[in-house]
């Protein structure tokens, strides 16, 4: 079984779209007005990010559901180092990298109102690894 596609909510789609192909090379796939952007990566992952704020409606979702977030795990602490000089340099408001549960990481808020994870690949400890899973 493969992950193959996130919906997030989001308060600027247009903006997070554009985030999206910019800095972490997706496609645009369907744009639908302000409301929708569906977005594929090159492993065939759908990104979609919507604005249905009628949808909500009833949901149950944390108040402060911005500590949601989602991530980009690169090869490197140099690649993480690049593209927070890349996000930095465009005026992104992004905090330092740094070492974090055991990866170099950083994060910052997309306009659509989630944050974004930049970081090596944590490693996982032997006492952490699933049970069912040696």
């Known amino acids: ?7 997030l909510y989001s308060h600027d789609t247009e ?12 496609h645009t796939l369907v744009v639908r007005g302000s409301k929708m ?13 919507n604005h249905f704020d009628n949808k909500l409606d009833g949901f149950d979702y944390p ?13 490197s602490r140099e690649d993480v180092d690049a593209l927070y000089k890349r ?4 005026g992104w408001d992004v905090q330092a990298p740094r070492d974090t549960h055991g990866a170099w990481c950083f994060y ?7 944050f974004i994870e930049i970081t090596t690949l944590t ?11 040696p």
Do not use: T, W
Not at 87 to 90: G, I
Not at 124 to 131: D, M, T
């Open 1 to 7: 079984m493969k992950l193959n596609h996130i919906n």
């Open 15 to 26: 903006a997070d779209r554009v985030m999206f192909e910019q800095y972490f090379g997706l």
């Open 37 to 49: 952007a569906i977005m594929q990566d090159n492993d065939g992952l759908v990104l979609i990010v």
């Open 63 to 75: 108040k402060q559901f911005d500590i949601l977030h989602i991530g980009f795990i690169q090869k």
């Open 87 to 90: 996000l930095s340099a465009d």
């Open 108 to 114: 910052f808020k997309a306009k659509g109102g989630y």
């Open 123 to 133: 490693p996982v400890r032997p006492v952490e690894a699933f049970q069912g899973n």
